[in-house]
């Protein structure tokens, strides 16, 4: 508890610097106060900002459709698997990708589909034209989905995999006495036992659903441009730490944190509407 409000909670004052005009060598007490100055930003349509929201949102929807059932697949897959040894040789691989940092798997990402790495350089080897992935704005969406479904879906899997693992097996065994296939029994009985733990996760998950990977796109930000890549994070960063905007850099990300509460709150308040329990009950 005291690790927590020390550096949970009491960080959160400093959110104070949004309603000024902070400068780093005058501190908390001395910033001349502005108001809401700082969230002018938000209302008075910056290019900029603009470009960084849109960017967010699409990133967001994205990964809530293609990175958030990925684990829940893998799991139902893995659990499918009839020998239980190539289950866990599997399992040990899909999350071994989890422990690596991002400057590492951007590294490995670049070796491998950069326009020197080792595809493009057997393309070149067989007479082929070279096909750059790597540093290409139409494809950076689809790159930093694929990075994160590699980094991170093993590891979710072990949640569903847990849950999976929890349900009454009698009742595969009456399933299957009924008649039931593996996909059925998967549609009646797996899904819905796993139901509460994915209404659980989306709704942390859009909590946290305008922070789509700072440290992973901050390092392929320069290769394809800030068009592209310039997210509300990257914003706050590129303005705030870069640019010396401290209150407007604050204030984005004061505004994203209250968005991120507010959805919890609306997203919690749809599951119990559909008898879920969610993340608490009210």
């Known amino acids: 508890m005291l690790i927590i409000l020390a550096f949970q909670y009491y960080p959160l004052l400093g959110n104070v610097i949004a309603f000024q005009d902070y400068q780093p060598y005058l501190g908390i007490d001395k910033s ?21 929201l849109v960017n967010t949102l699409i990133l ?11 684990p829940i697949i893998l799991a139902i897959v893995l659990n499918n698997l009839v020998s239980g040894r190539l289950r866990q040789t599997v399992q040990s691989i899909v999350y071994l990708p989890h422990f690596l940092s991002w400057v590492i798997v951007v590294a490995i990402f670049q ?12 393309l070149r080897s067989t007479g082929m034209e070279p096909f750059h992935i ?3 704005a139409d494809l950076f969406r689809a790159l930093l989905t694929s990075q994160v ?26 399933a299957s006495a009924d008649g039931a296939g593996r996909l059925r029994q998967m549609w009646h009985i797996t899904l819905p036992g796993m139901r509460p733990i ?20 901050i390092l392929q930000q320069t ?9 509300l ?20 990300g004061l505004a994203k944190g209250v968005v991120g509460l507010l959805l919890v709150l609306g997203a919690n308040k749809l599951a119990h509407l559909f008898g879920e329990e969610g993340v608490y009950r009210a």
């Open 32 to 52: 001349l106060w502005v108001g809401l100055d700082n969230f002018r930003i938000l209302v008075d349509g910056d290019p900029a900002f603009l470009n960084a």
């Open 60 to 70: 967001t929807l994205i990964q809530v459709v293609f990175v958030f059932p990925a």
């Open 111 to 122: 070796q491998m589909l950069g326009g020197a790495g080792m595809i493009n350089n057997w």
């Open 134 to 136: 790597i540093g290409n």
């Open 149 to 174: 479904i590699w980094k991170d879906t093993g590891w979710t899997t072990i949640l569903f995999l847990a849950v999976i693992a929890g349900i009454d097996r009698s009742l595969y065994e009456a």
């Open 198 to 217: 994915i209404v659980l996760l989306l709704i942390l998950r859009l909590g946290d659903s305008l922070t789509v990977g700072f440290e992973q796109i």
């Open 223 to 231: 290769a394809v441009g800030t068009h592209v890549s310039e997210v």
């Open 233 to 252: 994070d990257t914003y706050v960063y590129n303005n705030g730490i870069i640019g010396g905007q401290w209150g407007v850099a604050a204030a984005v």
